[in-house]
């Protein structure tokens, strides 16, 4: 089961959440952070006690962001655009408003 991921267009804003991943709810705290100098967003995902998994993951569409943290087993994700985009990858003034950040299970086997 796919599940959009709201975002908010905020630099390091930290915010807790609860994905359905391979048949089971899981709870994580993720952080977004604006990169200024390169112009892009990160990602920084903890587990539901707070510890840091993985840190600073780029939001880059056209992969799943999670691949190789698949050991972890919390999910694949993806940005996608909502609409065609003029912009590579999501920038400072586009994240909330052209794009998703979609998660599914861990083999990706939902995602088409």
């Known amino acids: 089961m796919l599940s959009i991921v709201p975002l908010s267009g905020v630099p390091n804003h930290t915010f807790t ?12 705290t ?3 952070t604006y990169n200024e100098i390169a ?3 990160v990602l920084d995902i903890g587990d539901s006690e707070g510890t ?5 993951i780029p939001l880059i569409p056209g992969y799943n962001i999670l691949e190789q943290y ?4 919390i999910g694949a994700a993806y940005i ?4 065609k ?8 003034d586009t994240l909330t408003s052209n794009w998703y950040l979609i998660w599914g299970n861990t ?3 939902d995602v088409s």
């Open 107 to 109: 083999a990706g086997d």
């Open 52 to 56: 840091l998994l993985v840190t600073c």
């Open 30 to 32: 993720l952080t977004t």
């Open 39 to 41: 112009g892009y967003w």
């Open 85 to 92: 985009v003029q912009e590579v990858w999501p920038d400072y």
């Open 17 to 28: 959440t609860t994905i359905y991943v391979d048949e089971t709810n899981i709870k994580l």
């Open 70 to 73: 698949a050991y972890l087993e």
């Open 80 to 83: 996608v655009p909502k609409q």
